[in-house]
């Protein structure tokens, strides 16, 4: 009989296993020999899309392992490159119907989404090439915001605050991707890292969550009592806090 996996890791990308400013994971590199070590591995749980996450996937060691793309809204199964269905068009045409002031990735040039994200033209490309979720900022006021929400709403669509970005979707959480890949793998034990309140149900839903210190973004809160003991804040910022999470949380084991 195949030995179950000891641990399965779900980590959000940005801020947390990537660099907030360089988009550099290699500061996270111990961690992830450590999982290697172990026989196992990460799931890559992002805002990002699909065809994103396919080579930091492949870069990381990673390509055997699930992803979650589109902060939840998808699951990219190893060796397939198909998310299958498409919600965007539907999204997109919402969208239009709400009060201005938000503008998509679907409305910047590629150029555009460069500048925003600091992303490469090429990067900017792969992250518009989106099935489920629209991100974008908002260029209106607060008061205009707090009525773009409402309408939202009202049309069945959630507006997610992540790292940077304002993203609507029609309201999956990565912790319901999670719990489908969990129940997929059957790990005996999750753990779940990330370092903004778009992880918030993912950190929730694992045995062990680790809110890595992002400085440049809005922080996790304090969690109810019970959630915060097993939840590990770390120190530093970034892939560095990543690994030594990781290293903390599987010293004991072999
Ligand atoms: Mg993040």
Redesign the pocket.
């Known amino acids: 009989m195949k030995r179950p996996l000891p641990i399965l890791v779900f980590s959000?990308?940005?801020?947390?296993l990537l660099d907030h400013n360089n988009y550099s994971w290699s500061a996270a590199k111990p961690g992830l020999q450590r999982l290697a070590e172990i026989g196992t591995g990460v799931v890559l749980a992002s805002s990002k899309t699909a065809q994103e996450i396919i080579p930091l996937r492949d870069a990381m060691g990673q390509a055997d392992m699930p992803a979650i793309v589109e902060n939840g809204a998808g699951i990219l199964w190893p060796g397939n490159a198909d998310v299958g269905e498409d919600d965007y068009p539907r999204l997109r045409a919402l969208l239009k119907k709400l009060p201005q002031g938000f503008v998509g990735f679907g409305d910047m040039t590629i150029d555009e989404v460069a500048q925003k994200t600091g992303l490469s033209s090429q990067q900017a490309n792969l992250a518009r090439q989106r099935k489920f979720s629209e991100p974008g900022v908002w260029t209106g006021s607060d008061v205009d915001l707090a009525e773009f929400l409402e309408a939202a709403r009202a049309h069945g669509l959630y507006a997610r605050k992540?790292?940077r970005f304002l993203t609507i979707s029609f309201g999956q959480t990565k912790a319901d991707a999670m719990r489908e890949v969990v129940r997929h793998m059957r790990p005996v034990r999750t753990i779940a890292l990330?370092?903004?309140p778009?992880?918030i149900e993912m950190i929730q839903a694992a045995d062990q969550g680790v809110v890595v210190a992002?400085p440049h973004?809005p922080n996790i809160p304090p969690f109810p009592a019970p959630v915060e003991a097993r939840v590990l804040r770390t120190q530093q910022s970034g892939p560095q806090g990543w690994s030594d999470a990781i290293l903390t949380l599987t010293a004991d084991f072999r």
């Open positions: 959000d990308l940005d801020g947390t992540g790292g990330g370092d903004a778009n992880d992002n973004g």
